[in-house]
């Protein structure tokens, strides 16, 4: 129920009340895998007590994100997926407070993390359809960080992809802007992606191109 709800977040937004420390953070870890149990269970049929609920925890779940401790990271990463599938297009109601976090985990060097984010955000793209993201991906682009721009350019591929041209056209010039970026990257990998992106432009934007 909806009060068993508010109940269960409750808890879990006393249990971040402590600072994250070498005796909290596998109590921390517990939480988030409760949270993950609750959302996979139809938590999200209560939707305006979910969404606060996972409101009123954003900034535990933000540093559990950034965390350096792997399986804390690992596990709030995982929620946020598990968000992503459970809200669909009503994930647009968190996405502004956590993808900013999960695309940083993108410029990590620790290849655990940046394989769960990438695996995130995919599924975000996938399941979300949220155009909206592409100006954030664009950011991306611009980043000193290889495995972020070729994190950054994918994504821009994947959003092309998942989402109807009408979506897309509000973001047509960053979309635009994004092709000759990853065009002239120092990555051949982001280089190659801007083909495959440009050839999914000129299928979904032929009007366009003929102007």
Same mark, same amino acid.
């Given at each position: 129920?909806?009060?068993?709800?508010?109940?269960?977040?409750?808890?879990? $937004?006393?249990?971040?009340?402590?600072?994250?420390?070498?005796?909290?953070?596998?109590?921390?870890?517990?939480?988030?895998?409760?949270?993950?149990?609750?959302?996979?269970?139809?938590?999200?049929?209560?939707?305006?007590?979910?969404?606060?609920? &996972?409101?009123?925890?954003?900034?535990?779940?933000?540093?559990? &994100?950034?965390?350096?401790?792997?399986?804390?990271?690992?596990?709030?990463?995982?929620?946020?997926?598990? /968000?992503?599938?459970?809200?669909?297009?009503?994930?647009?109601?968190?996405?502004? &407070?956590? $993808?900013?976090?999960?695309?940083?985990?993108?410029?990590?060097?620790?290849?655990?993390?940046?394989?769960?984010?990438?695996?995130? /955000?995919?599924?975000?793209?996938?399941?979300?359809?949220?155009?909206?993201?592409?100006?954030?991906?664009?950011?991306?682009?611009?980043?000193?960080?290889?495995?972020?721009?070729?994190?950054?350019?994918?994504?821009?591929? /994947?959003?092309?992809?998942?989402?109807?041209?009408?979506?897309?056209?509000?973001?047509?010039?960053?979309?635009?802007?994004?092709?000759?970026?990853?065009?002239?990257?120092?990555?051949?990998? $982001?280089?190659?992606?801007?083909?495959?992106?440009?050839?999914?432009?000129?299928?979904?934007?032929?009007?366009?191109?003929?102007?």
């Amino acid at each position: 129920s909806a009060s068993q709800l508010d109940n269960e977040i409750k808890q879990i $937004v006393e249990r971040f009340q402590e600072k994250e420390t070498e005796h909290t953070w596998s109590g921390f870890d517990d939480s988030l895998t409760r949270l993950i149990a609750i959302t996979r269970g139809g938590a999200v049929l209560y939707e305006k007590n979910y969404i606060l609920g &996972i409101k009123s925890l954003r900034q535990p779940i933000i540093n559990s &994100i950034l965390t350096e401790r792997t399986k804390l990271s690992g596990t709030a990463t995982e929620l946020i997926e598990e /968000m992503a599938k459970a809200l669909g297009l009503k994930f647009d109601a968190l996405s502004e &407070i956590f $993808v900013p976090s999960i695309i940083k985990l993108c410029t990590r060097t620790k290849k655990t993390s940046l394989i769960r984010a990438q695996k995130c /955000m995919n599924t975000i793209i996938r399941i979300c359809h949220l155009p909206n993201l592409i100006p954030k991906f664009k950011e991306a682009l611009q980043h000193q960080s290889k495995s972020l721009r070729n994190c950054a350019a994918e994504w821009v591929r /994947m959003s092309l992809e998942a989402n109807e041209v009408g979506d897309l056209n509000y973001y047509i010039s960053d979309i635009e802007w994004a092709i000759r970026q990853c065009a002239s990257d120092s990555s051949s990998e $982001v280089r190659n992606i801007s083909k495959q992106i440009f050839e999914i432009y000129k299928s979904k934007f032929d009007l366009r191109l003929e102007k």
